[in-house]
């Protein structure tokens, strides 16, 4: 069974920093697919940002612009999102999702583990 756990959510002022983590309990974590999708309340869940097994194909939704970076370290079972430049209309839950396969995934329905969330909450 996979367990993915969130953290490094908060509160920030807009144009500030956040970097969150994902960890998972799982063995084979290397082999997983990771994203990271936020929700903010009445919306759907939108992916933010993806990575592959290998960490060398990384997929960001339009809306990032290069302010975001997703990375992973194997070695610590981790994947993280480093957000710069937040904006207010990011405030939202934010979840990591994994999928066990191959090739990057950038649908919610795509992958079968996911995080309880972290809330990020960017202030004007």
Same mark, same amino acid.
């Given at each position: 069974? *996979?367990?993915?756990?969130?953290?490094? /959510?908060?509160?920030?002022?807009? =144009? !500030?920093?956040?970097?969150?983590?994902? +960890?998972? @309990?799982?063995?084979?974590?290397?082999?997983?697919?990771?994203?990271?999708?936020?929700?903010?309340?009445?919306?759907?869940?939108?992916? *933010?940002?993806?990575?592959?097994?290998? /960490?060398?194909?990384?997929?960001? =939704? !339009?809306?990032?612009?290069?302010?975001? +970076?997703? @990375?992973?370290?194997?070695?610590?079972?981790?994947?993280?999102?480093?957000?710069?430049?937040?904006?207010?209309?990011?405030?939202?839950?934010?979840?990591?999702?994994?999928?066990?396969?191959?090739?990057?995934?950038?649908?919610?329905?795509?992958?079968?583990?996911?995080?309880?969330?972290?809330?990020?909450?960017?202030?004007?």
């Amino acid at each position: 069974q *996979v367990q993915l756990v969130e953290s490094g /959510g908060g509160l920030v002022q807009a =144009g !500030g920093s956040l970097r969150l983590s994902c +960890t998972s @309990s799982g063995s084979s974590f290397s082999l997983f697919n990771m994203g990271w999708f936020h929700q903010a309340p009445g919306t759907a869940r939108e992916l *933010v940002a993806a990575i592959d097994w290998t /960490g060398e194909t990384t997929y960001y =939704g !339009g809306f990032v612009k290069g302010r975001f +970076t997703i @990375s992973r370290d194997n070695a610590k079972n981790t994947v993280y999102l480093q957000m710069n430049s937040l904006k207010p209309e990011e405030t939202a839950a934010y979840y990591c999702a994994g999928r066990r396969s191959f090739s990057i995934a950038t649908e919610e329905g795509q992958y079968n583990y996911w995080g309880q969330g972290t809330q990020v909450t960017v202030s004007s």
